[in-house]
């Protein structure tokens, strides 16, 4: 199978990445760990509310988060 996500998701997808980022460390929480339990879970418990982070979050599936993590990962090689 064949999956692609439309290039104005990625865009919005990094964004909300920094946000969400933001909003944890902020509130004092680890980003990482909490971006990884949510990513991995799918509960959004794991993100803040804090700055409407959660809902920001929840905007795009867990799929497109991936693929702009590793993408940005793998380009820094």
Request: glycine letters at 6%; aromatic letters at 10%; proline letters at 4%.
């Amino acid at each position: 199978m064949k999956f692609n996500v439309p290039k104005e998701g990625i865009n919005e997808a990094k964004e909300i990445i920094f946000n969400v980022y933001s909003a944890l460390e902020e509130k004092g929480y680890n980003p990482i760990n909490q971006m990884v339990g949510y990513i991995l879970s799918g509960d959004p418990t794991y993100i803040t509310s804090h700055n409407n982070a959660r809902s920001l979050i929840r905007k795009i599936e867990r799929d497109e988060l991936l693929e702009e993590l590793l993408k940005a990962y793998l380009a820094n090689k």
